[in-house]
DNA sequence: TTGAAAGCGCTACCAT
DNA sequence: ATGGTAGCGCTTTCAA
């Protein structure tokens, strides 16, 4: 490992001018001769020069970075929505701290804590502790301390916190979801998977409901069981379905990844699909396009989503007016499936 | 937004203490008297306060922070990398820098540049440029200048470049993937995917081949295709492949997204699995398990691999003994496709 | 046990 | 156009 650290004090006496001058060729910004800045670039090249980010930063006070929280990284769901928001932010030269937290509040409490202390200029929260109805109150106070300081993005639809908010329109989600199946013909629909103390989760329930009556279709109880979002979760919910007395046309997973765990279960169990049971998702992963058959589903604009959070950031930290709650709007991929 | 920042010296003046003892409180380090330390904690404590680790680290000359780079983080491949990657970093109470490239060269050097005036600590580059063989010199002469100043990861078995290398052991893999195919009794293999441009794929056909031979099997020009390692590239090759006049009995994919796209195709065109066709794949992503059938495969150790890397690393930082180059083993899964 | 002070590398204000 | 200098918030000697 090479010992000494370049400065700028390095290269203003390499190129024989100030360290001032060398600052002001680096930052581009006003009147420096064509022949300093020659030498000084010189210098640069010469010694390899690096600026320390740190040092401009405790200087400037930014950091230029902003700091995400995701529950696992795995998930298709959120490596598009941190691919996307990435996109906006380098565009703006904002670098993105990532931290997965493997859905454990303690290490998205740590997290954010780090995260606090490398001093990101904002803060977004994907899903989380929050999406819980048993969030802890001292968390959410710790959140709402942050919120005053930096711009604080969270995905969750929560009164408990003051801060900006992206969210996936839910509601809509599910009138998509149960008008397209009624279009269809479907009558009597199945929704498995989730978790009914998860917000977003609950409220597809809850809207689910509310469109099968408003649609005059039918489900059950037995056809509504909630036991998690993961594809594995989608099998076992599949089974247990599978076991109730009658036997719904269609079922629904909580997310795409639920229905793709459905889907394997009716080929394992040799279902036609969509001939002897419907299966849809929501969400719009990128892997429901490629299943077999492949997925419909009501999807969200990852893109649009992971922009509206980048912007609402930058009109925060430039005292912009912008939007504290925005919808991003889901849309109908009528596929294969149903 | 509150304006002021709390720094240790309104926390030593509201505590009634110099500076110097706030930090040693902080630092958890040498004696303070509990009583100074009481009453530096109740200061804290009422302020909000947070360390600035940017002033920390411009003093300490550290930054806690390892760099990571790869190619797409929507490939479970690199997702599953980076999460057990930070498992072991935050295990040694380092945060990550993730970026995602897009693929694109122009942004992995940027993201290199930033990163290093980021002051991260060590480098990872999983994937990227230097996987082609028509990687840049010059991104090669700055990776190395980059590795003298920090410990520099690839996952890249290259000659071209002098620092800390992880790789899969491709010729053990296929080496596995065909041994089990013979065992299976398969006598005709295709292999589809890659890009013969990209190192770890030329590699792999070439071990293909290889073993090929030795088990004296066949396979064909027109059964060795390339055009990409994703499952849309799997579903487009299957169709090349089986346009050729024979058709092999199992179909590898150079990945395992590639072999899902074999899966989806042999759905869509009636061909049961393993009976009509056999499909393999190499990788080992969690998305193999679920598919239908699920997916035999030549399976990297994930965490062993994420933990290498930043064993490799601590080691390379306090100045230990380690390898320069770890193989990373990966054994054989076989499931329901062949 | 505690505090004063220097300095990490940079920027920006104030002179010249 | 250029340079000197103060100071961002922290740690760490050195003295007391």
């Not at 670039?41 to 950091?63: Q, T």
């Not at 995701?70 to 030269?93: T, W």
């Not at 969030?135 to 959410?140: K, M, S």
């Not at 396009?289 to 930290?317: H, K, M, Q, R």
């Amino acid at each position: 490992m090479d010992k000494k650290n370049i400065t700028i004090y390095d290269v203003a006496k390499e190129a024989g001018v100030s360290a001032s001058t060398v600052s002001r060729v680096i930052s581009g910004n006003v009147g420096v001769s064509k022949d300093a800045e020659e030498r000084v670039r010189k210098a640069i090249e010469k010694y390899h020069f690096v600026p320390n980010a740190m040092a401009k930063g405790l200087k400037e006070k930014r950091s230029k970075v902003i700091g995400v929280i995701v529950p696992d990284i795995k998930n298709p769901y959120f490596s598009s929505l941190f691919y996307e928001l990435q996109v906006r932010a380098i565009q703006e030269d904002f670098m993105v701290f990532l931290c997965n937290t493997y859905e454990d509040p303690q290490i998205e409490l740590r997290m954010l804590r780090t995260l606090m202390n490398k001093q990101v200029e904002a803060m977004v929260i994907i899903g989380g502790a929050l999406d819980y109805k048993s969030c802890e109150n001292a968390y959410i106070n710790e959140l709402q301390t942050i919120s005053k300081k930096i711009p604080l993005v969270i995905t969750t639809h929560t009164m408990l916190l003051d801060c900006i908010k992206v969210v996936n329109d839910d509601k809509k989600c599910m009138e998509l979801l149960v008008t397209h199946l009624a279009q269809k013909g479907y009558q009597k629909i199945a929704l498995i998977g989730g978790n009914n103390n998860v917000v977003p989760s609950y409220d597809r329930r809850r809207f689910f409901l509310q469109y099968i009556e408003e649609n005059r279709l039918t489900t059950q109880k037995e056809w509504m069981i909630d036991g998690g979002f993961s594809i594995e979760s989608g099998i076992k919910l599949m089974q247990e379905l599978f076991h109730s007395k009658e036997k719904p046309e269609v079922v629904c997973g909580i997310n795409d990844l639920v229905a793709l765990g459905a889907l394997k279960y009716a080929h394992e169990h040799n279902m036609r699909i969509p001939e002897d049971i419907g299966v849809m998702g929501c969400d719009g992963i990128a892997l429901g396009e490629t299943s077999y058959p492949s997925l419909s589903t009501i999807a969200t604009d990852y893109s649009a989503f992971g922009e509206e959070i980048v912007n609402s950031i930058l009109s925060a930290l430039h005292n912009k007016a912008y939007k504290r709650l925005m919808t991003i709007d889901m849309k109908l991929i009528a596929r294969r499936s149903t």
